[in-house]
Structure formats: structure tokens, C-alpha cells
């Protein structure tokens, strides 16, 4: 299974990025997929994860409102619709993947490379 992760760049703050994660070597069905991300000097957070397998999404607090998780499963993608930037989501945005359920993709071996995010205030 291999990730790629692409769609990150500097933006203003009250700015949008979507970012895409491309999933090769298995199909999405019942996989679980997450973003999280790790800015310099902090913990790796989760910030969104969809189930393929019965459809529930999760968003951490503070991306509520902001961020929208979605998937395309004729192009085996996994999005994520990011609005009204802030300078604290700035980040190395990842996606990983595990089956089945949300609360085991932390645990994953399953990593893309990361894309960074920049929003300047």
C-alpha cells in the first residue's frame, strides 16, 4: 500500500488548500483513511479520518466547520477541503490508512510523505 499526498502551498490566512491523497495496492473499501499533520516542535495530530466501510468522518475541535473530509472511489483519492486558514494550521499535513476503522490509522504502518502546509498571517 503506498500514499501519496499532494495539494499543499503557502496561503493568507482566511485562505483554502485542498489536499489529495492518491491510494495505490489496495482499493479503498473498507479502509479507514486520516489526515493529521505535526508542525516543528509539536506532536503529530490527528485532524480528520473518513471509514469507507460505513461512512462516519471525524475532525479534531479546532478544524470543525473549516475542513471537509471526502473520498473518490473510482480515483482510489482521499480529500481534504481545508477553509479559512489559519497560521496555526501550519504543518506537514499526512495521510495514512488502515482497515476498517478510524481508531487504529494513528498505528498504521501505512504513511504518505507528507505535503506542507504554510498559512502566513
Known amino acids: 500500500v503506498q500514499l501519496v499526498e499532494s495539494g499543499g502551498g503557502l496561503v493568507q490566512a482566511g485562505g483554502s488548500l485542498r489536499l489529495t491523497c492518491i491510494v495505490s495496492g489496495t482499493t479503498l473499501e473498507n479502509y479507514a483513511i486520516g489526515w493529521f499533520r505535526q508542525a516543528p516542535g509539536k506532536e503529530r495530530e490527528g485532524v480528520s479520518c473518513i471509514s469507507r466501510s460505513d461512512g462516519s468522518k471525524y475532525y479534531l475541535d479546532s478544524a470543525k466547520g473549516r475542513f471537509t473530509i471526502s473520498s473518490d472511489n473510482a480515483k482510489n483519492a482521499v480529500f481534504l477541503q481545508m477553509n479559512s486558514l489559519k497560521s496555526e494550521d501550519t504543518a506537514v499535513y499526512y495521510c495514512?490508512?488502515?482497515?476498517?476503522?478510524?481508531?487504529?490509522?494513528?498505528?498504521?504502518?501505512?504513511w504518505g510523505q507528507g505535503t506542507q502546509v504554510t498559512v502566513s498571517s
Open positions: 495514512a490508512t488502515a482497515p476498517f476503522s478510524c481508531s487504529i490509522v494513528p498505528d498504521t504502518n501505512y
